[in-house]
């Protein structure tokens, strides 16, 4: 087993694997740009090393630097957690010419399901049921006139390297195509270092179901069960169940094969999603193939007891799966909704700044995924997910107002969260009955609205508030108080180069 | 007592007196009994017409964070100017801002265009969302304040029109 390794990411992912770390008694290094240098993360790792400026291509995408700190501080294997450099089969590609072990798979496996146009290629050859649309990047706007043309409007732009939702716009004309792509080129090579995008068919109303699986360095395969991602904004995912409403134990054999069958073509190895739609007939196509640990990745823990990121450092230090498929069942019901810094009364604008204070919500069932302190300033340049929220219950009705409580008991001040609406969305009676799919928000906007019932008692809140000034400076106190506590363990030591 | 806060552009004014143990408060006409107020670490508790209610709030400079129950309200004072918004124009003005702070990624016009309303003048980009800054009215592009990739700041002039 590793002794020592580098997270090479930032906020609650960091975190989760430096728990996993811990508990498995492996050394982290943790790698922070400048604006990252106040970060909770930073808190959990035994090291601290500052990689560059806070623009993402100079710290978490900057491949040297991030190889150099690994070969200084003598780590054994690198976690790359999600986004970033997670799917770049360069970085890789670089580990392995290091010594360094990448936990993930490997540079080939990477290159072959991290470009989603050679993934469609393998997912066809082994007979799995694909989208219509390109199976080379497209270079001329001609060629993707060409497709559009072929497989009908509306069609969807996404980044070959794409994922999470970045680089992917949906044109309904020649005009829009030509719009999206040049969108989705610059997002691509913003996000992913990397331009190239194809197009595909864009289905309606399709729901997002992906198999968890994961596969060791001796053939060995297993799939924990599906995830229902339905629930997205702008293609980001934001609430996420498992099981999913509409599976048959019959489908999810066949889903869950299919996975199995496309994971073992790649010859990938470690723990990755395979991703489907499913159209209103139950018809399912494979969509993408995700090499990494994915944000939801706790509900599918909740749910098998099974722990995947304890699983990818196993896997990636040689050893044997010993987990059976039979041994794999789902166990109740859980939830997950991200909680991110954007304001959902004003156009999911995005909301960095200042930390007043936070409340976390606590009690059976319920895990916060979670990377933000009260008096911590977000900063600007990266993703604004926050933190998440993951519970667990016995039926999904359960799940769901269990869901509900914790949103109320969840409590961030200071910067606009969307934790409103993910409660709204949560809310509405077309949620219970598990009518879900990838347009579910559009189609639900007038009931996902604000409503501020509560003004009165806010108004109420703020007269009183007003009136114990000199009480409230304490309370300010307090929170000054425990922002300075996770200073008081940091800075064992840190190098700076870059 | 009177305060007066800002609310999504509305102004709520709060009466405040206190009779005996307990607080009388007046919103829009509406009285309210508030009793057993009490005020502890990042909350405040009291009892109004017979209700229980627990809360969290924080302050930071002028502005007031309240969330009840997954309700979320940040009041600002009432004399605060009213700041311009970019994107969706509430208000028709010459002058386009970024209602976020992030990069200038592209200014697609320059200077002696002329753009129609909805044209897009300039793209920022903040926690990898890319926000387009559209024109509310018909113009000329009088003034460009900033290049591709600067930083800009939130409610700062980027492009101005003339009309």
């Known amino acids: ?498 | 007592m009177e305060i007066k806060v800002n609310f999504l552009n509305k102004t709520y004014k709060i009466i405040l007196e206190k009779e005996g143990d307990f607080y009388k408060i007046i919103i829009n006409e509406k009285k309210y009994e508030v009793s057993d107020f009490t005020i502890c670490a990042g909350g405040i508790s009291f009892r109004v017409n017979g209700n229980f209610f627990s809360i969290n709030y924080a302050e930071d400079k002028d502005k007031k964070f309240i969330a009840v129950d997954g309700e979320y309200y940040v009041f600002e004072p009432e004399k605060m100017e009213k700041k311009k918004t970019g994107t969706v124009a509430t208000e028709k003005s010459n002058i386009v801002v970024s209602p976020m702070p992030g990069l200038l990624v592209k200014v697609p016009v320059k200077i002696g265009d002329k753009v129609q309303t909805g044209t897009t003048l300039a793209i920022v980009e903040a926690m990898k969302m890319q926000n387009e800054l559209r024109t509310p009215i018909d113009g000329v592009v009088k003034k460009i304040n900033y290049k591709e990739g600067e930083q800009v700041d939130a409610f700062v002039p980027i492009v101005e029109l003339e009309t």
Not at chain 1, 8 to 36: F, H, L, Q, W
Not at chain 1, 195 to 200: A, D, K, L
Not at chain 1, 455 to 482: C, D, G, P, Y
């Open chain 1, 1 to 498: 087993m590793f002794k020592k390794i580098l997270i090479a990411n930032r906020g609650e992912i960091a975190i989760r694997v430096a728990r996993a770390c811990k508990e498995m008694g492996i050394k982290t290094v943790g790698v922070y740009s400048t604006a990252d240098k106040e970060s909770l993360y930073l808190r959990y790792c035994d090291e601290a090393v500052c990689i560059g400026d806070p623009a993402p291509l100079s710290s978490y995408l900057n491949i040297p630097v991030i190889i150099d700190s690994a070969k200084k501080t003598g780590v054994e294997a690198v976690h790359p957690g999600y986004g970033f450099l997670a799917e770049n089969p360069t970085f890789a590609k670089a580990c392995e010419e290091n010594s360094i072990i990448f936990i993930g798979p490997s540079a080939k496996a990477l290159a072959l399901v991290g470009d989603k146009v050679a993934s469609r290629i393998t997912a066809k050859k082994i007979g799995a049921p694909i989208i219509p649309g390109m199976e080379i990047s497209g270079r001329e706007i001609k060629d993707f006139l060409n497709m559009a043309k072929q497989v009908g409007y509306p069609v969807i732009v996404k980044a070959a390297l794409g994922g999470g939702g970045k680089g992917m716009h949906i044109a309904k004309d020649d005009k829009e195509l030509k719009e999206s792509i040049e969108m989705s080129r610059r997002e691509a090579k913003s996000a992913f270092g990397d331009e190239s995008v194809y197009i595909e068919k864009y289905l309606e109303k399709p729901r997002h179901i992906e198999f968890q699986v994961l596969r060791d360095k001796h053939g060995n395969v297993v799939h924990l069960c599906e995830r229902e991602c339905s629930i997205q904004r702008r293609h980001q995912k934001i609430i996420e169940e498992t099981p999913s409403p509409v599976l048959t134990s019959q489908l999810r054999e066949k889903m869950g094969d299919t996975a199995k069958k496309i994971i073992t073509a790649a010859e990938y190895v470690n723990a990755g999603t395979v991703e489907f739609l499913m159209d209103q007939n139950k018809n399912f196509y494979f969509l993408e193939v995700n090499a990494r640990v994915q944000v939801e990745h706790p509900i599918t823990e909740m749910v098998t007891g099974i722990d995947i990121v304890k699983r990818q450092i196993l896997i990636a230090s040689g050893e044997k799966l010993d987990i059976k498929q039979g041994d794999v069942f789902q166990r109740g019901h859980a939830i997950e909704a991200r909680i991110y810094a954007e304001d959902p009364d004003n156009n999911f604008l995005p909301s960095p700044g200042k930390i007043l204070f936070v409340q976390e919500p606590q009690g059976p069932g319920i895990r916060v995924d979670s990377g933000i302190y009260s008096g911590w300033n977000v900063p600007a340049h990266y993703d604004p997910i926050l933190s998440k929220l993951i519970v667990w219950s016995e039926s999904r009705l359960d799940t769901i107002a269990r869901t509900i409580q914790a949103l109320n008991n969840y409590v961030i001040l200071g910067i606009k969260t969307n934790i409103p609406f993910l409660k709204r969305i949560i809310e509405t009676p077309q949620f219970s009955k598990g009518e879900l799919h990838t347009h579910f928000i559009d189609e639900n906007l007038s009931s996902l609205l604000p409503k501020h019932e509560n003004i009165n008692v806010a108004l109420i809140t703020a007269a009183l508030q007003s009136l114990n000034k000199k009480q409230v400076s304490i309370t300010e106190e307090r929170i000054s108080l425990s922002e300075t506590n996770p200073w008081l363990e940091i800075g064992k030591w840190e190098i700076c180069f870059h």
